[in-house]
Structures are given as C-alpha cells and as structure tokens.
C-alpha cells in the first residue's frame, strides 16, 4: 500500500508514522521542491491537507482508492470526479472541534484586548495606553452549529456571554433556549443559547452582535455569503471571527469595512491564498488579525486524526468502505 502525505503539517509524519507502524505500514512525505507526478503516480492513499486534489492531480495516481484530508473541509477535493473513479474520499470530523473552538475564544480575546495595537508598543519600547473591553456581557452570533460551533457556543456562555447561533433547520436541532422552553433540551450543549435562527435570519441578528464568528462549511450557498451588504448590518464596535474558510467573506467588502472602519476589526484563521502574501493589503492594517491556519492542528487532534486515518487506511486495504467516507459508489 502506497501512502503519500501531501501537506507540510508540524509532526502529522511522526504521529501517523507511529500509528501506521502498528498496522505495518509507512507513509511517505512529498518533497515539493521535486515534480510532483513521479512522487505520486503510484499512489494508493493520498492524505492532503489544504492542496488542491482536482482532477489533473487525481488522473496523476492510477491506481488510487482513496484521498484522505486531515481535517474536516473537502472544499479542496474534486469529489465528485474521484465518486465517478471509484475514489473514497473521508474526512476527520470533530477531531479538532476543542482545538478550533479555543483558538475562536483566544482571536476573540485578541481582539478585545486590542493586543496588536499594544504590541506595537514593545517593538517601541514605549508603554501604549491601549484600552481593551470584556467579553462578558457582549452578544456572539455564531453562524453554523455543528461540532465546532457548539464548543465555541459552550465556551462563550462560560465567559458571560449571550450566545445567538444561525443553523439549518433550528427546529431540528434539539438545543434549548433560555426563552423558549419549548425547545427539548439535549446534552450537546451544556447551557442555554439566547437565540437559535435559520440562515434567512442572518442579517437581523448581525445587528444585535458584537462578534460574529463563522464555522459554516464553504460551500456553493455559502460562498460570499458574509458581504458587504451584510457587513453594513454589523455595527461599527463588532468584530468578525472566521476559523473556517476565506471565501465565505467577501474580500474587497471586507477590506473596504476594515479601512473605513465601518467594523472595529476581523480576525482570520484562513486566507483566500494560503500561505498569505505579506504584502496584501489587508494584512497592512492595524485592525485585521491573521493565524496561519493553525486552529485545529494540536498535538491532541493530530493523534485522534492519525488514529482515523489508520483505521481508514486499513479498512480500504481490506476492500472495505473507510468510516468517514463522504461519498459512495
């Protein structure tokens, strides 16, 4: 079984390699200062990361069964072309909801404090009056309530927050509010949510925010769909937190926000372009945070994904389906 790994993560090499030992297999990391196409034509298994897997890089492996993507996101992966080759494609959910969820809180933090503007102090060696505010008592819009929302939604509320969350089908959802009783409470969050709405509610509650944090899945619908009309609902003290993907913010929107200071600011675990050009425009501005996509990478959720990803592993050389297979045939 040929193994490939195609992205540079910190240490997934050795934590997979420890658990594929167990199974007596190895993976082999891609040089990318080598062509690709001799490195990865005899692959079975390709475990990406944030590469782009379209079809030119699948029609590279003839005899591949499955690409695996080390976090939860399959934007990257041409799925539907590898479901017509008979291609699993899986995913790692909730492996790194806590970690993603505690990097939100920390931008959030971040941006409260106003720590970038002090931060310009010790590089001048000069102690800058930088006044931050709290977190208690501010309203959170979190839009998109799977595995990480929920955690962010758990932490908020332990910090005194009021918690509003935009979902799909709220009234599937099973969450309790704290003014609607009606709602049967399940353990999946532990707390009351101040306001559970459907996406087409969105705007309305832009405007109550103070920080809206976004951990939707970027797809087709959701491309875009913070833009500038919806950032003009937001309210000039608010900040924008998105840990999930670049393009469900329109850029030139955003930025034109930022400068104007129409928005207090933004902080981004991602990019449009990975890794940022340093030069961009947006990076230059005081009130714009960006985390080099490091959010769900921990050393506990790498564990839990080479965990997954054996098991994947070992069951597609068995001919069996994997377990977080995402398309089938």
Not at 197 to 204: F, L, M, N, Q, W
Not at 278 to 293: A, I, R, S, Y
């Amino acid at each position: 079984m040929n193994i490939k790994i195609l992205t540079l993560a910190t240490g997934l090499n050795e934590i997979l390699t420890l658990h594929l030992d167990g199974i007596g297999l190895k993976a082999e990391v891609v040089d990318y200062r080598r062509p690709l196409l001799p490195q990865i034509e005899d692959a079975n298994i390709l475990i990406n990361g944030l590469g782009i897997v379209d079809p030119s890089v699948i029609d590279m492996c003839h005899n591949l069964k499955m690409i695996h993507q080390i976090g939860t996101g399959i934007d990257n992966v041409a799925v539907d072309y590898c479901t017509s080759r008979s291609i699993y494609v899986a995913n790692i959910p909730k492996a790194n909801s806590v970690a993603v969820a505690e990097h939100t809180l920390f931008l959030m933090i971040y941006m409260a404090k106003n720590m970038k503007g002090a931060g310009k102090g010790l590089m001048q060696r000069r102690v800058l009056n930088v006044l931050g505010s709290e977190l208690q008592g501010k309203t959170l819009l979190i839009i998109g309530l799977g595995y990480i929302g929920s955690e962010v939604a758990r932490r908020a509320i332990a910090f005194g927050m009021k918690v509003i969350a935009a979902t799909k089908h709220p009234d599937r959802k099973g969450f309790a509010t704290r003014d609607n009783g009606s709602i049967n409470r399940r353990d999946r969050l532990a707390g009351f949510l101040d306001g559970l709405v459907s996406p087409d509610k969105i705007r309305e509650y832009l405007s109550y925010a103070d920080y809206v944090s976004l951990h939707t899945n970027l797809t087709n619908e959701t491309r875009g769909m913070i833009g500038e009309q919806e950032i003009r609902f937001m309210k000039r003290t608010a900040f924008l937190i998105n840990v999930a993907r670049a393009p469900i913010v329109d850029r030139d929107a955003l930025y034109k926000a930022l400068h104007n200071e129409n928005i207090a600011g933004a902080a981004f675990d991602v990019f449009w372009e990975e890794p940022a050009n340093p030069q961009d425009k947006l990076l230059q501005l005081d009130n714009f945070v960006l985390t080099p996509h490091i959010a769900g990478w921990t050393t506990e959720s790498a564990n839990v994904a080479a965990e997954v990803i054996t098991k994947n592993i070992e069951k597609v050389a068995h001919g069996e389906a994997p377990s977080t297979a995402i398309n089938s045939f």
